[in-house]
């Protein structure tokens, strides 16, 4: 049975990194290169929005919010699709997930359970006086 494996979330300060992984278990080569590759996340209480895809042709598109900041790519020989996600905003935080919808079979969808990602602000320095 197919299985979409995320990993790579965590808490990160505003300004830094991370780098999501999405790994395709029980998936045949041909499919998942046949694939369009996705990005998606979600805040509790809103609606889950598109990041970042990826067609069968390795085109990529970012959502307006992430472009310049975060990259889609792929490994087919490892059947991984990754996020990579630089100067991170606290706005960002989210569960991501990812989604492969294979191209040309009557396979449907594919989604993997969510990695959440944190990202806390830098602060503000407080000058307490007597």
């Known amino acids: 049975q197919v299985r979409l494996v995320e990993s790579g979330g965590g808490s990160v300060q505003a300004g830094g990194s991370l780098r999501l992984s999405c790994k395709a278990s029980?998936?045949?080569?041909?499919?998942?290169?046949?694939?369009?590759k996705e990005w998606y996340r979600q805040v509790p209480g809103k609606e889950r929005e598109l990041v970042a895809s990826?067609?069968?042709?390795?085109?990529?598109t970012y959502a307006d919010f992430v472009k310049g900041r975060f990259a889609i790519s792929k490994d087919n020989t490892r059947k991984m699709v990754y996020l990579r996600m630089d100067s991170l905003k606290p706005e960002d935080t989210a569960v991501y997930s990812c989604?492969?919808?294979?191209?040309?079979?009557?396979?449907?969808?594919?989604w993997g359970q969510g990695t959440q990602v944190t990202v806390w602000g830098q602060g503000t320095e407080v000058t307490v006086s007597a």
């Open positions: 990826m067609s069968v042709d390795g085109i990529t």
């Open positions: 989604r492969l919808e294979p191209r040309g079979y009557s396979l449907g969808e594919y």
């Open positions: 029980q998936m045949i080569l041909s499919v998942f290169s046949s694939s369009t």
